[in-house]
């Protein structure tokens, strides 16, 4: 009996078989799982570019934060600003209320009782005359000259004296007048008064040459600055009915209480309870200013008197 020949095989139809369906599983299994695979792959992207929008986004927002205070305090400052101005109207509203109501008053009282006949050094005209110099025009009788005597008008004292001088001749009998000569220096105001006190004068030809010798002996004294507050108080004390203020119209602010001219002529107003005629004469280079023919103006008009310029 012949035997068989058996020959040995590395893979065996059934291994191969096995391989197959293993590599078959395996490619089955990556065609199912690469969606998710890509997915990740995208999910991983689209998270960094997440985090990128992040920090934008958290960048704007601090900036926008920043802005936002910055708008806050700007605001609060105009509600600051908006409350000082409401407070600074009020004032005005309340010191005009008081300068109408004090209008109103004066407006209110009866008019003077005609002063009782006094002897005169001179005849008294027997029909009513008025005083008037230049531009000026009253028909008051007492009549005080206000020289305003700071070191800007030292170079022209001799407009000064001259215009007083011309004032004082325009005069008539009858009439009543007086000199103040008003300064601001270091150690505080300083005033030249004619006559000595706080009366006034007759016009006569006596008084006239006094006046005359006084305003001579005022040369070489203009020096310093002025405080026309201080110098209408004293004013108002001296019983005139009619005040002439003679100056080149540049008040100091540092001696005026650091009013501006309107706030000065305002309370300069104020302080006239009696209704005294404030006229104003501007002397010197008053052109150069603007402010001072305004304030001089201003004066005058607020105080039911007349505004004269004198230049050189």
Same mark, same amino acid.
């Given at each position: 009996?012949?035997?068989?020949?058996?020959?040995?095989?590395? !893979?065996?139809?059934?291994?191969?078989? *096995?391989?197959?369906?293993?590599m #078959?599983?395996?490619i089955?299994?990556?065609?199912?799982?690469?969606?998710?695979?890509?997915k990740?792959?995208?999910?991983?992207?689209?998270?960094?570019?997440?985090?990128?929008?992040r920090?934008?986004? $958290?960048?704007?927002?601090?900036?926008?934060?920043? #802005?936002r205070?910055?708008?806050?305090?700007? %605001?609060?400052?105009?509600?600051?600003?908006?409350?000082e101005?409401?407070?600074?109207?009020d004032?005005?509203?309340?010191?005009?209320?008081?300068? =109408?109501?004090?209008?109103?008053?004066?407006?209110?009282?009866?008019?003077?009782?005609?002063?009782?006949?006094?002897?005169?050094?001179d005849?008294?005209?027997?029909?009513?005359?008025?005083?008037?110099?230049l531009? *000026?025009?009253?028909?008051?009788t007492?009549?005080l000259? =206000?020289?305003d005597?700071?070191?800007?008008?030292?170079?022209?004292?001799?407009?000064?004296?001259?215009?007083?001088l011309r004032?004082i001749?325009?005069?008539?009998?009858?009439?009543?007048?007086?000199?103040? &000569?008003? $300064?601001? =220096?270091?150690?505080?105001?300083?005033y030249f008064?004619?006559?000595?006190?706080? &009366?006034?004068?007759?016009?006569?030809? +006596?008084?006239?040459?006094?006046?005359?010798?006084? %305003?001579?002996? %005022?040369?070489?004294?203009?020096? #310093?600055? +002025?405080?026309? *507050?201080?110098?209408?108080?004293?004013?108002?004390?001296?019983?005139?009915?009619?005040?002439? =203020?003679?100056?080149?119209?540049?008040?100091?602010?540092?001696?005026?209480?650091?009013?501006?001219?309107?706030?000065?002529?305002?309370?300069?107003?104020?302080?006239?309870?009696?209704?005294?005629?404030i006229?104003t004469?501007?002397? &010197?280079d008053? !052109?150069?200013?603007?402010?001072?023919?305004e304030?001089?103006?201003?004066?005058?008009?607020?105080?039911? #008197?007349?505004?004269?310029?004198?230049?050189?």
């Amino acid at each position: 009996m012949r035997s068989r020949n058996r020959g040995f095989e590395v !893979f065996s139809l059934s291994a191969i078989d *096995l391989f197959a369906s293993a590599m #078959g599983a395996f490619i089955v299994i990556s065609i199912i799982l690469m969606p998710d695979y890509q997915k990740e792959v995208r999910s991983q992207g689209d998270l960094e570019f997440l985090e990128q929008l992040r920090g934008k986004t $958290q960048a704007e927002l601090n900036e926008t934060e920043l #802005g936002r205070e910055s708008l806050l305090e700007a %605001l609060k400052a105009a509600q600051s600003r908006q409350r000082e101005l409401e407070s600074q109207e009020d004032v005005i509203s309340s010191e005009l209320q008081s300068l =109408l109501a004090q209008k109103q008053a004066r407006n209110d009282q009866p008019p003077p009782p005609p002063p009782e006949p006094e002897e005169m050094e001179d005849e008294i005209p027997s029909k009513e005359v008025s005083f008037r110099f230049l531009g *000026l025009k009253t028909k008051k009788t007492r009549i005080l000259f =206000l020289v305003d005597m700071n070191k800007f008008l030292s170079e022209h004292e001799s407009l000064v004296r001259d215009t007083v001088l011309r004032a004082i001749d325009s005069l008539q009998p009858g009439y009543q007048f007086g000199i103040l &000569g008003f $300064q601001q =220096l270091d150690s505080g105001p300083r005033y030249f008064r004619w006559p000595e006190g706080d &009366g006034l004068a007759r016009v006569s030809s +006596s008084s006239r040459s006094k006046a005359i010798r006084f %305003l001579n002996g %005022l040369a070489g004294e203009f020096r #310093g600055s +002025s405080s026309l *507050l201080d110098a209408f108080d004293q004013s108002f004390d001296i019983p005139a009915d009619a005040v002439i =203020l003679i100056s080149d119209g540049l008040p100091n602010p540092e001696f005026n209480e650091n009013l501006s001219p309107s706030r000065l002529v305002r309370n300069i107003t104020l302080a006239n309870t009696r209704n005294r005629e404030i006229h104003t004469v501007t002397l &010197g280079d008053y !052109f150069k200013y603007q402010g001072t023919v305004e304030f001089m103006e201003a004066l005058a008009r607020a105080n039911s #008197g007349s505004f004269l310029a004198l230049a050189k």
